[in-house]
T-cell receptor, first 111, second 113 residues
Framework: DAKTTQPPSMDCAEGRAANLPCNHS???????VYWYRQIHSQGPQYIIH???NNETNEMASLIITEDRKSSTLILPHATLRDTAVYYC????????????FGQGTTLQVKP | NAGVTQTPKFRVLKTGQSMTLLCAQD?????MYWYRQDPGMGLRLIHY???????AKGEVPDGYNVSRLKKQNFLLGLESAAPSQTSVYFC????????????FGPGTRLTVT
């Protein structure tokens, strides 16, 4: 599975958009990009995933560059409850199902 | 609909003792996973199951055994606990291996002294 690189920490003002970057320069054509978050040592929570098109759901948007070497998770109106560790993960389409978690980005939303 | 539940929530063991962690899901998912998370680290896969009666090794399987006798339950056993197994254990389930998200339980915090 491709390796991902994320900044260790970021701050965001409450009500503003949070843009979390992820580099995955060795990603293969059949590898999906997944985002999960973990709030205060709870179990990780799925946010969104995509292959090459941009994706949006009720929680967030995922923007994947045309060369697929990087992506950005966007939380459009961050709240204090969005403070968490955000993990960017790439997965092969036919692997064992395991998620390889890196260190993630700790997002601190401030009032 | 409780989702994924784990018991117990906390446990302290002495070195050499054994215990079983129970994971239950009520979403009729075929696939279930056990992860461990050490302080400041991401999760690492211990074992997983692709259906009732099947199990397979993940990244860090040594010192653990698992069983999936019923579709809704996935048990993680420690036969002889070691201090290196002090960790938070998370169970997860999913509809399939790849395209659907994994749903995680709240975790079990285990300390081995």
């Amino acid at each position: 599975d491709a390796k991902t690189t994320q900044p260790p920490s970021m701050d965001c003002a409450e009500g503003r958009a949070a843009n979390l970057p992820c580099n995955h320069s060795t990603i293969s054509g059949n590898e999906y990009v997944y985002w999960y978050r973990q709030i205060h040592s709870q179990g990780p929570q799925y946010i969104i995933h995509g292959l090459k098109n941009n994706e949006t759901n009720e929680m967030a948007s995922l923007i994947i560059t045309e060369d697929r070497k990087s992506s950005t998770l966007i939380l459009p109106h961050a709240t204090l409850r969005d403070t968490a560790v955000y993990y960017c993960i790439v997965r092969v389409g036919t692997d064992t199902g395991k998620l390889i978690f890196g260190q993630g980005t700790t997002l601190q939303v401030k009032p | 609909n409780a989702g994924v539940t784990q018991t117990p929530k906390f446990r302290v063991l002495k070195t050499g003792q054994s215990m079983t962690l129970l994971c239950a899901q009520d979403m009729n998912h075929e696939y279930m996973y056990w992860y461990r998370q050490d302080p400041g680290m991401g999760l690492r896969l211990i074992h997983y199951s692709v259906g009732e009666g099947t199990t397979a090794k993940g990244e860090v399987p040594d010192g653990y055994n698992v069983s999936r006798l019923k579709k809704q339950n996935f048990l993680l056993g420690l036969e002889s606990a070691a201090p290196s197994q002090t960790s938070v254990y998370f169970c997860a389930s999913s509809y399939d291996l790849v395209y659907y998200e994994q749903y995680f339980g709240p975790g079990t915090r285990l300390t081995v002294t």
